[in-house]
């Protein structure tokens, strides 16, 4: 993952799941809803699973509305962010004066502030426990508040750990392709399917159920019956999908 562009060019200091920190964030602060413009949410895969649900969209219709594509720096992976409203302050279009509208549902991204994550997963001397910081910004009081967490109780009151077991594979894919040399590229083909399986569910199980997909691929009826109507496990299918077929011989085993 990338560090947010408030900390471009800092060592961000590394916190684990015991550390802790003092934070709260209400409509009492008087900064409520500002980190909610001005910025760049990367959007994950459960992301729009389950913003596509709140909206009653699907997920080509999620896409060309709220969403922009981007190739991932150093990955060249496709990747998309929210794309942002056309007002000075290039705001977030789920947030109002008295908050976020889609909360429940909010982005992995909004779930984790002020924390920021990076994974360290396929690199010399990560450990489980995973790689947190701060992201600091000028504008943010809620480290005035009295209010104590660690990062593991604030992950599981944000509900964000829920988020990250379900996107792990993904992030996963994407961090081992970071790690390879530029020089390994891959075809277009191979990003139009990780764009597919990654941010279009509803494409990807078009594209399952209405080819030769399971003829070549077969799975066990189980399965076949669950991902029928499981958004969830579909993703989980695909990617796993992605890595034993499409990145074969690229990702070593």
């Known amino acids: ?3 947010p562009k408030t900390t471009q060019g800092i060592v961000p200091v590394k916190i684990g799941m015991s550390s802790r920190f003092q934070f709260d964030c209400h409509k009492g602060v008087r900064c409520f809803t500002k980190c909610c413009r001005g910025i760049g949410i990367t959007l994950t895969p ?4 389950r913003l596509k649900k709140r909206l009653g969209l699907s997920s ?3 896409l060309t509305i709220y969403a922009e594509p981007h190739l991932l720096e150093k990955t060249d992976l496709p990747v998309v962010t929210l794309k942002l409203l056309d007002d000075d302050e290039k705001s977030c279009p789920f947030v109002k ?4 509208i889609i909360y429940q549902d909010r982005p992995t991204t909004c779930r984790y502030y002020p924390l920021g994550v990076a994974s360290l997963m396929h690199k010399e001397g990560a450990d489980e426990e995973g790689f947190f910081f701060f992201v600091n910004e000028d504008h943010c009081l809620g480290f005035e508040e009295k209010k104590e967490w660690t990062v593991s109780e604030w992950r599981g009151n944000q509900g964000v750990d829920i988020h990250d077991d379900i996107n792990a594979e993904w992030t996963d894919l994407v ?3 970071r790690s390879f040399p530029p020089n390994i590229k891959l075809t277009e083909q191979a990003k139009r399917l990780f764009f597919m399986v990654s941010y279009n569910i509803d494409k990807f199980r078009e594209f399952v159920f209405e080819s030769t997909f399971l003829t070549r691929y077969p799975a066990d ?3 076949v019956e669950k991902i029928r109507t499981d958004d969830i496990a579909l993703l989980r299918f695909g990617i796993k999908w992605l890595k034993e077929v499409l990145f074969k011989s690229t990702f070593p085993q």
């Open 221 to 223: 009826p189980e399965t």
């Open 175 to 177: 961090v081992r392709k």
């Open 60 to 62: 080509d219709e999620f």
């Open 1 to 3: 993952m990338d560090f």
């Open 46 to 49: 459960y992301d729009i699973i």
């Open 97 to 100: 004066a008295d908050g976020c």
